[in-house]
T-cell receptor
């Protein structure tokens, strides 16, 4: 079985500040890891994914995440927040068809 | 590109009524999924399908049924709606992924209220 923990249900940053959203996972087999973003009244959109090719993964909109096996973490970062980054972010772990687990989500607020 | 389209977008039902949510994808994906999203609980898998004519139970299947008669469509049915089924329902699809490496593509959701 696998699980995902997103630390902090709400994160608030100032425009231009560093964004750090935390995700820890557990899995009995090597997992694939994803970050998705959800804007109001929309579905989830893929930000980036880790599939074992490289530990530092770059995604869309300037986001990136680093896979750290020793810490079982896959934290999402962006050097400089923009107002348009305000949304809910979900970390997900997948080990097979029908075997994806999503975190509870982190709502990012960006203050002007 | 339409991607994943869910119908309807909103619906209000009375307890005990039945309804069907429709999901259609135009990406020729083999796998399709139904999730429910409740505040603070992320997404929970209801049922999924790995191909036309096949379905399987997810984490929270009770009270729901599904059918996948055509590859591009995945239907979610509520036979006798209950207030606990008030939620936002998302359909997703992906390429074949026995190891889980393929990301999922989501529709915009159906907001369902059961009174």
């Amino acid at each position: 079985a696998q699980s995902v923990t997103q630390l902090g249900s709400h994160v608030s940053v100032s425009e231009g500040a560093l964004v750090l959203l935390r995700c820890n996972y557990s899995s009995s087999v090597p997992p694939y890891l994803f970050w998705y973003v959800q804007y109001p009244n929309q579905g989830l959109q893929l930000l980036l994914k880790y599939t074992s090719a490289a530990t530092l993964v770059k995604g869309i909109n300037g986001f990136e995440a680093e896979f750290k096996k020793s810490e079982t973490s896959f934290h999402l970062t962006k050097p400089s927040a923009h107002m348009s980054d305000a949304a809910e972010y979900f970390c997900a772990v997948s080990v097979g068809a029908g075997k994806s687990t999503f975190g509870d989500g982190t709502t990012l607020t960006v203050k002007p | 590109n339409a991607g994943v389209t869910q119908t309807p977008k909103f619906r209000v039902l009375k307890t005990g009524q039945s309804m069907t949510l429709l999901c259609a994808q135009d990406m020729n994906h083999e796998y399709m999924y139904w999730y429910r999203q409740d505040p603070g609980m992320g997404l929970r898998l209801i049922h999924y399908s790995v191909g036309e004519g096949t379905t399987a139970k997810g984490e929270v299947p009770d009270g729901y049924n599904v059918s996948r008669l055509k590859k591009q469509n995945f239907l979610l049915g509520l036979e006798s709606a209950a207030p606990s089924q008030t939620s936002v329902y998302f359909c997703a699809s992906s390429y074949s992924t026995t190891d889980g490496r393929q990301p999922q593509h989501f529709g915009d959701g159906t907001r369902l209220s059961i009174l």
